[in-house]
């Protein structure tokens, strides 16, 4: 049995054949081979057509349901195609608006999403107001006032890039999760909320679970899938540079990458994978990855007090990032119980912003969104049956991942 989150749409063609052959042989009898091949490939391709439209746009999740498809058809599925739910195990609803929602997979272990609401005029929560001291979001909370609300996604049970400022990478890493599992993280969540944005920015690294990742956003991006424009999904990576490439031939979706430093010996010391892949080579896969200049690459950066928040990484932040159409995206550390390091000043913060957009660079400051159930960037966990715990697993370096798919 396998599960219809799994599938792109072609692969769903492709899986429906046998019986589409079948309903070619009645349907076509006196027909050529040929022919009737012809016929069973259109008519897989129509019906994979209709059954991603029922399921991610109608949101119907039983194949009793469908009943616009036939009853031999139905009947097939039923036999042959799950479809797949994942369990809530909590919900929590920050003052400000965000939810975090903890899934259990069908091996128990967890992984979470969380829903970023925002609204048009979301300056009112001003940078100082709500990053620095938590101010209710009241405009948040009415969701007439709505107009984008971004899902933030999992790609893997925990992290194995050891990023120091993470708490998902101070945990270190358990399983990838398959396409279903990451596809039915928005799907499920479509039915109640207008999802306007798709990041992965949850727990895991994506592109270290290329494959699943890719088919996911082919299923985001298909007109008749989840049907997300290309800038509305990004996938954002510590730096897989070999997987930087993939990601640009297989899709068109949105690139973030995670900087948080200005040279190798400090982005190094604080995210192991720049072991593997250096600076140099980062930057260089963005250049690739941005052609002929039209789409924009964010660069996030977690502000780390005394470790890489000054006006020199300014300076040097800015002469990196030369020639690449580039959107800094400045985080301020969200700690956690162990974490090692400390919240730039909101002071310092400015500084470092100002001095980028002197320099002519694209810059905003992060507002942390849902400090209070936890569920701001970096502060993500799972709890799965390993001995690793996290509030008494201080950070540690770990070697950097041996993937082979590095
Ligand atoms: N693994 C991917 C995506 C998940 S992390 C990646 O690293 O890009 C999502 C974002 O959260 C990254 O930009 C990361 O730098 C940031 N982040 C991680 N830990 C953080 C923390 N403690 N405080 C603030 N941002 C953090
Ligand atoms: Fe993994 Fe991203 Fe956290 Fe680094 S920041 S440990 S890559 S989830």
């Not at 400000?96 to 970023?116: A, N, R, Y």
């Not at 895991?204 to 509305?232: Q, T």
């Not at 700690?335 to 919240?343: E, L, M, N, V």
């Amino acid at each position: 049995m396998s599960y219809l989150q799994s599938y792109t749409r072609d692969e769903l063609a492709t899986l429906l054949m046998p019986v589409c052959r079948k309903a070619a042989l009645k349907r076509r009898k006196h027909a050529t081979e040929e022919v009737r091949e012809a016929y069973a490939q259109k008519k897989s391709h129509y019906h994979a057509k209709q059954i991603f439209s029922l399921h991610y746009q109608q949101h119907i999740h039983s194949w009793d349901e469908m009943t616009d498809l036939s009853k031999a058809m139905r009947e097939w599925l039923k036999q042959h195609v799950q479809i797949f739910s994942l369990d809530t195990l909590t919900e929590q609803r920050s003052e400000d608006g965000t939810m975090k929602f903890l899934w259990q997979l069908p091996d128990k272990k967890t992984v979470e999403s969380v829903i970023i609401p925002a609204t048009g005029n979301d300056a009112h929560i001003t940078e100082e107001g709500n990053q620095f001291r938590g101010t209710k979001n009241e405009a948040a909370l009415k969701p007439d006032n709505w107009d984008r609300m971004t899902i933030c996604i999992s790609s893997q049970v925990g992290c194995a890039m050891a990023c120091k400022f993470c708490l998902t990478g101070v945990q270190g890493f358990d399983r990838q999760l398959e396409v279903h599992e990451i596809v039915t993280q928005v799907a499920q969540l479509a039915r109640t909320y207008p999802l306007s944005n798709i990041v992965f920015m949850g727990m895991g690294e994506p592109l270290h679970n290329p494959d699943a990742v890719i088919k996911a956003c082919k299923i985001f991006r298909d007109d008749a899938g989840l049907s997300f424009s290309r800038r509305r999904v990004t996938v954002s990576t510590s730096g897989l540079v070999p997987q930087i490439d993939r990601l640009r031939e297989e899709t068109d979706v949105t690139l973030a990458i995670s900087l948080s430093g200005t040279h190798d010996p400090q982005r190094e010391e604080i995210m192991p994978v720049n072991k593997k892949w250096p600076l140099n080579e980062l930057l260089d896969a963005c250049r690739r990855f941005q052609g002929n200049g039209k789409v924009w690459i964010t660069f996030e950066y977690v502000m780390l007090k005394d470790v890489n928040d000054t006006l020199e990484d300014a300076a040097r932040l800015a002469d990196i990032l030369e020639g690449i159409r580039a959107k800094v995206n400045l985080i301020p550390f969200n700690p956690f119980p162990g974490s090692i390091y400390d919240r730039s000043d909101p002071e310092q913060v400015q500084r470092f912003k100002n001095a980028l957009i002197e320099k002519g660079v694209f810059t905003s400051v992060r507002i942390s969104r849902g400090q209070d159930i936890f569920a701001a960037c970096g502060q993500l966990r799972s709890a799965f049956g390993t001995a690793r715990g996290t509030e008494k697993h201080a950070p540690s370096l770990q070697s950097p991942p041996q993937q082979k798919n590095h």
